[in-house]
């Protein structure tokens, strides 16, 4: 689901947290991610699977540095 539709605060901060994480991943291997909209911004709530509670969608417009 869309970041916007989280359950709670808590997991909305955890959420930006990982984002920020994958940010800086990105942009340390030479990628520059200039799409940030809360729509490419998605979290997993699903108990039952969590194997990516977080990502980001949308990487076309990903720029090589």
């Given at each position: 689901m869309?970041?916007y539709k989280?359950?709670s605060?808590?997991v909305?901060f955890?959420?930006?947290k990982g984002?920020?994480?994958?940010?800086?991943?990105?942009?340390?291997?030479g990628?520059?991610y200039?799409?940030?909209?809360v729509?490419?911004?998605i979290i997993?709530?699903?108990?039952?699977n969590?194997?990516?509670?977080l990502?980001?969608i949308?990487?076309?417009l990903?720029?090589?540095?």
């Open positions: 869309p970041i989280v359950s605060w808590a909305l955890i959420a930006l984002y920020i994480v994958g940010y800086k991943s990105l942009y340390e291997v990628f520059f200039k799409n940030i909209l729509n490419n911004l997993n709530e699903d108990n039952n969590l194997l990516l509670p990502f980001l949308d990487l076309d990903v720029i090589k540095e």
